[in-house]
């Protein structure tokens, strides 16, 4: 039986635990990286490609936080060339196009936006020029833009893509390109990718204060949640990438740091599909910032807010006033206006936001800052999701430095921009077999085009779990239940259920990509056992 490389379960969560405490392996791992966001997970894979030891703790569920409540962009950021940000904008793009052409294309996908216009010629003008430098910084830069380039369309045509907008708000349009990603995915993804490599990976552990020699810091003090057991893990260097909880992080070393991270809440609403006849996303504008109308799956995701909070970060919430806010605004364009009733879902996050002075959330840098308070901790802060990897590389060259300190010898060059995540490895070769596939499992194309967009090149795999004879995996029940009460993530090793987390009321099935009754786990084993067996799927229940 041949392991799914990276697997995240509960028996590897018990082996990392052993290694990085010691019992098993490294008496002292070479970097401890604190936080399972895709900043944390994406310092873990950083390191671990460079040839160091590696371990990551993260205190619930990987992507729990800010990672799996985004608005699922892999962007430029149209706003921050506004605002004259251009080397944010360029550094974004050229991470677009690398993550959609090589590393995870599997995962992000080109997804179309209309930009109405509501005035003539000059708005036109102003909005084309930055569209084409947007469009033209991703071209010039060092690997494929993979999108299309930008269109003007005359108010006609974008009746014909978006029939719901109100004819009589909109003098025309333009359409651009950018990319969106299953955010907590792609963190199980590049987690799994870390993992593969010999990260060990642990969640449901929380850091809970730092070994110090003298200055130094050498190592932390964890619980594990799952055992109710306190432990230490000694590493020369320890990476904090506890995004909205770095202050907290800081306090552990006496409150030491030149970082203040200020969360920003971002609220988005999940309506159906069919309420909103268009072809395209859409953005509208606000008196400070745009919305995004961005479709998913049988859903809309529009949103975002940005106002302060200051209340507990494990569970932001949405208030009353951000959702009339949002449907507010989208209904300025909509022919039939949304209202709550529309509402299927509703999830809050926190930006990681550096703030310095007072200004309002809304200006506030989305570039990162690495800091260095004590030797032996590296604290990174701020950026955004797309530009993870570019984050990953500066923590672990500032670790690279105090890692000489300890008598480490030269630490390589970060070589993630030539990793590929997990299921990237043979994805076109099984998206030119859709087809095949399709054939000889039964299965729709189109069911195999879901699949690809999650499992990649993996479809088709041999799964690690058996059944009890040992002939073939487990249908029968849902490998993410314990009798009848579902596993946490935590066990399962896998977050992409963590959306689901998010929706009112905590109902299952009413989230983004939901399909009731289907597990991410049970489409890919029924159709293993389709492919392996040859069989009709009619008669498996998915
Ligand atoms: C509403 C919204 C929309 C956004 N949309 C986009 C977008 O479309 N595109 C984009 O590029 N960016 C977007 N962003 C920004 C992006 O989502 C964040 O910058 C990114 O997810 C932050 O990741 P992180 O890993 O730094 O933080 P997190 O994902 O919050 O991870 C930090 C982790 O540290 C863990 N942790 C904390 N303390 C401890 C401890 N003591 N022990 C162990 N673990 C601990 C937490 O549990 C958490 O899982 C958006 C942000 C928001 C809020």
Redesign the pocket.
Known sequence: MTPTPGALGPDARDAALAAMTGQAGEHELDVLV?????????VALDAVTRGLSVGL???????????????????G?LRYLEMMDFGLVRE?LQERGLLLTRLAPHLVSPVPFLYPLTKPVLERAYVGAGLALYDGMAKAGKYDMGVPMHRHLTRRQVARMAPDFKAESITGAIRYYDC?VD?ARM?VAVARTAAKHGAHVATR????GFLREGERVVGVT?RDLEHDQDLEIRARVVVN??????D??QE?VGGRGALHVQA?????IVVPRDRIRSETGFIVRTETSVL?VIPWGRHWII????TPWDLDK?H?AASRRDLDYILEHVNEILREPLDHEDVVGV??????LLSGESEPTSKIS?EHTVVTPVPGLVM?????????RV?ARDAIDAAAHSLRTTGHGAVRDSITDRVPLVGAESYETRANQRVLLARRSGLHVARIDHLLARYGGQIGRRPARRSPDGRGPRLGRRPHRRGGRPLPASRRGRAAVAAQAHRPGGRRGAGPGHRPGVTPEMPRACLTRLLRSGRSGSRLRT
């Open positions: 604190v936080g399972g966001g895709i900043t944390g997970t994406g703790l993260e205190q619930r569920d990987l992507a729990s936080g800010t990672s799996s409540r985004s608005s699922k962009l892999i962007h950021g974004a969106q955010d963190v552990v929380k850091v809970t964890a990438a506890a995004g909205v909880w770095t907290e992080i552990m920003s809440k971002g609220v988005h995004f949103g975002t807010t940005d494990a932001p999830y809050a996050g926190l930006r990681p989305r990174i802060a701020g950026g955004k999701y797309t530009t993870y984050m």
